[in-house]
T-cell receptor
């Protein structure tokens, strides 16, 4: 089946620093989604990408859908303590069952005040 | 987006018992899904809850263990049957919303601990 490689697995950064994380896949996706999960909560959608090459921003967050449709990155600028959490990428595939999401293993972000 | 609620939010259960988790959405949706998130892990799709027909299960998940109901377009239940400690996880429902483009939104999850 499809697999997503998400990196880095974890990050410790100083408040105010920029953060970058990415996902790569062995197969193409039609949609890339980025979620954040706080402790004790369900994943919250941050950014959705629907088109190869698309670059989308949501406040301090920027994400891109790779041209090859096999990768995506998420950048967070000027990190703040509330950015702490686990960030998941998810790809939505093609063909039969294309509504199914394949998740990366997550990037755990820690922000040092 | 969609507002999704789950009940219970958490539970502690004895092995061999069963627990039914409810998922309620504030609008009618075609696609509803159930995921499992084991401690410290990513999300794994259990099944797609189909309205008016049997759920579609992913490899490694079976109806006898995880029976699902979908009586209408805003509600679904997942039962975790004959529980063992290995079933201790977060169980999440999600919905596919298509307003222009499809996107999946998640409920807050049900934290299950099996002793």
């Amino acid at each position: 089946g499809q697999q997503l490689n998400q990196s880095p697995q974890s990050m410790f950064i100083q408040e105010g620093e920029d953060v970058s994380m990415n996902c790569t896949s062995s197969s193409i996706f039609n949609t890339w989604l980025w979620y954040k999960q706080d402790p004790g909560e369900g994943p919250v959608l941050l950014i959705a990408l629907y088109k190869a090459g698309e670059l989308t921003s949501n406040g301090r967050l920027t994400a891109q859908f790779g041209i090859t449709r096999k990768d995506s990155f998420l950048n967070i600028s000027a990190s703040i303590p509330s950015d702490v959490g686990i960030y998941f990428c998810a790809g939505q595939g093609t063909g039969a069952g294309s509504y199914q999401l394949t998740f990366g293993k997550g990037t755990k972000l820690s922000v040092i005040p | 987006s969609a507002v999704i609620s789950q009940k219970p939010s958490r539970d502690i259960c004895q092995r061999g018992t069963s627990l039914t988790i409810q998922c309620q959405v504030d609008s009618q949706v075609t696609m509803m899904f159930w995921y499992r998130q084991q401690p410290g892990q990513s999300l794994t799709l259990i099944a797609t809850a189909n309205q008016g027909s049997e759920a579609t299960y992913e490899s490694g998940f079976v109806i006898d263990k995880f029976p699902i109901s979908r009586p209408n377009l805003t509600f679904s239940t997942l039962t975790v049957s004959n529980m063992s400690p290995e079933d201790s996880s977060i169980y999440l429902c999600s919905v596919e919303v298509a307003r222009g483009q499809e996107t999946q939104y998640f409920g807050p999850g049900t934290r299950l601990l099996v002793l």
